[in-house]
């Protein structure tokens, strides 16, 4: 069974500064690869994803993350935080059970983002 | 589209009541699973389905019932709520992979309950 851990309860940056949420995960094969974002009082919003060709994304609101196999890893970046990115932000692997061709996402346990000012 | 809709946004029970969150969605998807959310714990699933007349169990499922007759509904029961089920709870919908390579989940708004 594939899984997910974001080693990082709690970043805190300041606005203007760079970001880098890391995410490591454990599956068989090349996984679907996702980081959304909850706002507070919100439901997730996909930022961006993966599945395979070029191992960097980009996605919504300046964000991007690099795949990297050899790591098992697939970090979410942004170059210069807003104090609007403030947010839960959850890595999240999708892969199908071989065994009967259900879809079973599983999530990271989150990072909590502080942007101070 | 509606996308995903989840009834109602916040829900009071006392111990021992029974009710049904509700969850809708308009993009004809097959995938549609309810999570629950608490501090520390991120997303946990706790049951899914493939498809209508098709649901199966996730990493939390004891205390909860779900039922799919059709593509677009997927409700959620409660069978005699807990203070252990206080928690908020998320349904999505995704693309049957295959269909589309990108079977990223779309999310509900949640339903926040709190049991007494």
């Known amino acids: 069974a594939q899984s997910v851990t974001q080693p990082d309860i709690h970043i805190t940056v300041s606005e203007g500064a760079s970001l880098e949420l890391r995410c490591n995960y454990s599956?068989?094969?090349?996984?679907?690869l996702f980081w959304y974002v909850q706002s507070p009082g919100q439901g997730l919003q996909l930022l961006l994803k993966y599945f395979s060709g070029d191992t960097l994304v980009q996605g919504i609101k300046g964000f991007e993350a690099e795949f990297k196999r050899s790591q098992s890893s697939f970090n979410l970046r942004k170059p210069s935080v807003h104090w609007s990115d403030a947010a839960e932000y959850f890595c999240a692997v999708g892969a199908v059970n071989p065994s009967g061709g259900s879809y079973i996402p599983t999530f990271g346990r989150g990072t909590s983002l502080i942007v101070h000012p | 589209n509606a996308g995903v809709t989840q009834t109602p946004k916040f829900q009071v029970l006392k111990t021992g009541q029974s009710m049904t969150l509700q969850c809708a969605q308009d993009?004809?998807?097959?995938?549609m699973s309810w999570y629950r959310q608490d501090p520390g714990m991120g997303l946990r699933l706790i049951h899914y389905s493939v498809g209508a007349g098709i649901t199966d169990q996730g990493e939390v499922p004891n205390g909860y019932n779900v039922s799919r007759s059709t593509t677009e509904d997927f409700p959620l029961r409660l069978l005699s709520a807990a203070p252990s089920q206080t928690s908020v709870y998320f349904c999505a919908s995704s693309y049957r992979p295959g269909e589309v390579s990108y079977n990223e989940q779309f999310f509900g708004p949640g339903t926040r309950l709190t049991v007494l």
């Open positions: 993009m004809n998807h097959e995938y």
């Open positions: 599956y068989g094969a090349t996984p679907y």
